[in-house]
């Protein structure tokens, strides 16, 4: 491919172009309008140290897009490690406590195999992980609703089968 048609835009160029976009969408995946503001800066000022790795697949703002996408979903995540890392961790529970736990965790995992692929990771991100509903839908890049759906028909199989089990022999 020629140069020329791979070319990003020079990066004051880029940058007074799409950041208002680039705002927007982190805006939208991370929830908070000052987080937002800083996964722009910190992807502009990636963009301006390194070579941007853009490939001429698409157009500059599709390749901008994803970036953005995939660079707010990353702050998600370190912002849960970050607030995982910051709470003190709970007292040892009790052995008892410890085997209840662990029994209900296995009978959960084993619901779980009964409800369909996009319910399990639904379920597992809400109830496991503790994403909330914007945060899933970015990550799986479907609609928000679809989310809430797939959520409560998920739940209803889970519990159904949970039910089921309690009331075998």
Same mark, same amino acid.
């Given at each position: /491919?020629?140069?020329?048609?791979?070319?990003?835009?020079?990066?004051a160029e880029l940058y007074?172009?799409?950041?208002? !976009? $680039?705002?927007?969408? $982190?805006?939208?995946?991370?929830?908070?309008?000052?987080?937002? #503001?800083?996964?722009?800066?910190?992807?502009?000022? !990636?963009?301006?140290?390194?070579?941007?790795?853009?490939?001429?697949?698409?157009?500059?703002?599709?390749?901008?897009?994803?970036? /953005?996408?995939?660079?707010?979903?990353?702050?998600?995540?370190?912002?849960?490690?970050?607030?995982?890392?910051?709470?003190?961790?709970?007292?040892?529970?009790?052995?008892e406590a410890h085997a209840?736990?662990? #029994? /209900?965790?296995?009978?959960? #995992?084993?619901?779980?195999?009964?409800?369909?692929?996009?319910?399990?990771?639904?379920?597992?991100?809400?109830?496991?992980?503790?994403?909330?509903?914007?945060?899933?839908?970015? /990550?799986?890049?479907?609609? #928000?609703?679809?989310?809430?759906?797939?959520?409560?028909?998920?739940?209803? !199989?889970?519990?159904?089968?949970?039910?089921? !089990?309690?009331?075998?022999?």
């Amino acid at each position: /491919m020629d140069a020329a048609v791979i070319a990003v835009p020079p990066f004051a160029e880029l940058y007074r172009q799409y950041r208002t !976009r $680039a705002l927007a969408i $982190a805006r939208r995946i991370v929830g908070d309008a000052d987080e937002a #503001e800083d996964v722009v800066q910190d992807v502009f000022t !990636r963009l301006a140290q390194r070579p941007s790795g853009f490939d001429g697949r698409s157009s500059c703002s599709t390749w901008l897009h994803r970036v /953005m996408v995939n660079s707010s979903i990353n702050w998600l995540r370190a912002r849960k490690r970050r607030e995982r890392l910051q709470h003190e961790p709970d007292a040892p529970a009790s052995p008892e406590a410890h085997a209840v736990g662990t #029994e /209900m965790q296995r009978h959960f #995992e084993e619901a779980l195999e009964k409800v369909s692929e996009q319910q399990r990771q639904v379920l597992w991100l809400r109830e496991m992980r503790g994403y909330s509903y914007p945060e899933i839908a970015a /990550m799986l890049h479907i609609p #928000e609703g679809t989310v809430k759906s797939a959520l409560h028909r998920g739940r209803q !199989r889970a519990l159904a089968e949970l039910e089921e !089990r309690d009331q075998q022999p």
